[in-house]
Nanobody
Framework: QVQLQESGGGSVQAGGSLKLSCAAS????????MGWFRQPPGKEREYVAYIYLGNGYTSYVDSVKGRFTISADNAKNTLYLQMNNLKSGDTGMYYC??????????????????RGQGTQVTVSS
């Protein structure tokens, strides 16, 4: 079983930055692929980014490319999402998610079998 706990959300003005963290525990084979997805208010979930821990490969949704950076510290079992130049459209609940390597695709992040409780990000314009 895999447990995930996000932190780092908050309220910022447009143009500001936040860094989300996700502390992970449990079977490493079940979390070789980790990612972030978000759910804007009143909208469907949408994938944001993922990283394959085996080789560090990353992928992002187009709307965050150049602004967000996903990274992982394997020694600390922690996943990060550095978010810069935040926009009002980035507002939402952000979730950390994990899956085995066979499910490692950007468009599947929101369907990964393991996810945390979420952390709220609010960007005001």
């Amino acid at each position: 079983q895999v447990q995930l706990q996000e932190s780092g959300g908050g309220s910022v003005q447009a143009g500001g930055s936040l860094k989300l963290s996700c502390a992970a525990s449990g079977a490493t084979s079940s979390r070789r692929c980790m990612g972030w997805f978000r759910q804007p208010p009143g909208k469907e979930r949408e994938y944001v980014a993922y990283i394959y821990l085996g080789n560090g490969y990353t992928s992002y949704v187009d709307s965050v490319k150049g602004r967000f950076t996903i990274s992982a510290d394997n020694a600390k079992n922690t996943l990060y999402l550095q978010m810069n130049n935040l926009k009002s459209g980035d507002t939402g609940m952000y979730y950390c998610a994990a899956a085995a390597s066979s499910s490692c695709r950007l468009d599947l992040v929101a369907q990964f079998p393991y996810r945390g409780q979420g952390t709220q990000v609010t960007v005001s314009s």
